[in-house]
């Protein structure tokens, strides 16, 4: 396919919903059910302020039940094994003109947890029409969308460490993959971050939970300024990394450090807490919070980044105990180009 016909939208151009699915008494939130089960409808409400939100569920009447109204909302009844949208939803491309979703293999991070249910989605959403505005084609191959950054221009943003994962795509090479990555999203051009991964991270160093594409030309990461934090390093190498990266036109990125979070952890376990797991709506930008003294530094930060759009902080703090946050629980589906 001709890559000048083929291109991966931004997540800051207009979209038509935000996907969440809910959690449930099966899935590993069962512990502390009900603190999860306010989070997402903290971030579902945020997000129909401003445009329609589906979400999936399990139990879908009870699920309903916790919204006074239905406003923008789109409810549909599909069981999961879990709740990460962003890694086993659909992955909206053009091709053509024409919206198309990609409906890659989802197998849990290297076959860490139970898919099955969670990679059967995106192909009942079609079934029930739910994704009726898109054509649809399912993508023999192993890719989570919270793995890539798209600046919509042909520049992609991953880490090695994710896409080189021995249990997700193991007979292909780096070069390989980043041909899939043009064949797939009409790259042009592949930025491969070596470095960045944080503590507590199942996902095998998502560029979601690190560093994200605000516009062609700027780069925002989460930075440490603590050495005695077991990712400052890691964060340090990353930082100098993004430094020699440069875009489509051949300029290097502007950077924007997001603040240090105190080390969150869950028993002994440290949790991946990071601001850059932020997700972009249309006019708003939602950013995970984790009652963290540099909560207000880090919206700041947003508000001067995205001076056109609300920047709303949600408070993330339960997300994290299942080591994931805001954006990873989101999946955004670019407004569609076809005609219904």
């Known amino acids: 396919m001709d890559n000048k016909s083929l291109r991966l939208p931004a997540e800051w151009e207009p979209q038509e919903f935000v996907q969440l699915t809910f959690p449930h ?9 009900d603190d999860a089960i306010e989070n997402f409808v903290n971030i579902a409400n945020a ?25 923008n909302l789109i409810f549909v009844k599909i069981d999961s094994d879990d709740t990460w949208s962003r890694d086993f939803g659909g992955i909206t491309v053009e091709v053509n003109g024409f ?27 079609k079934l029930k029409g739910i994704l009726k505005a898109y054509m649809h084609q399912s993508i023999p191959f192993v890719l989570e969308g919270g793995s890539i950054e798209s600046d919509g221009e042909g520049v992609v943003l991953t880490t090695t460490e994710c896409l080189m994962e021995k249990n997700r795509n193991p007979r292909f090479s780096q070069r390989q993959i ?21 503590e507590g991270d199942d996902t095998d160093s998502h560029i979601d939970t690190i560093a994200r594409l605000i516009s062609n030309d700027t780069i925002m990461y989460q930075g440490c ?6 990712n400052y390093e890691q ?11 440069t875009n489509a036109q051949g300029k290097k990125y502007n950077l924007i450090e997001l603040p240090h979070i105190e080390a969150k952890y869950d028993g002994e376990d440290k949790l991946p807490a990071t601001y850059a797991n932020f997700l972009i709506i249309n006019g708003a930008v939602l950013v995970p919070t984790y009652k963290d003294k540099n909560d207000e530094k880090a919206l700041d930060i947003f508000k001067k980044a995205f001076p056109k759009r609300d920047i709303i902080g949600i408070d993330c703090s339960t997300l994290i105990r299942q080591h994931g946050s805001l954006h990873c629980v989101t999946m955004q589906y ?5 005609k219904a």
């Open 47 to 71: 997000v129909r302020k401003y445009q329609k939100c589906l979400i999936v569920a399990k139990n879908l009447e009870y699920v309903k039940s916790l919204f006074p109204n239905d406003k």
């Open 25 to 33: 008494e099966q899935t590993d939130w069962k512990e502390y059910l």
């Open 334 to 338: 670019p407004k569609s180009k076809n």
């Open 178 to 198: 980043e041909q899939k990555l043009k064949d797939y999203f009409g790259a042009i051009k592949v930025l491969w971050l070596n470095s960045g991964a944080l």
């Open 235 to 245: 964060l340090k190498l990353m930082e100098k990394e993004l430094g020699t990266f």
């Open 99 to 125: 919206s198309t979703v990609l409906d890659f293999k989802y197998n849990a991070w290297g076959k860490k947890f139970a898919y099955e249910k969670d990679n059967k989605i995106t192909m009942q959403l």
């Open 225 to 230: 300024d603590d050495p005695t934090d077991s």
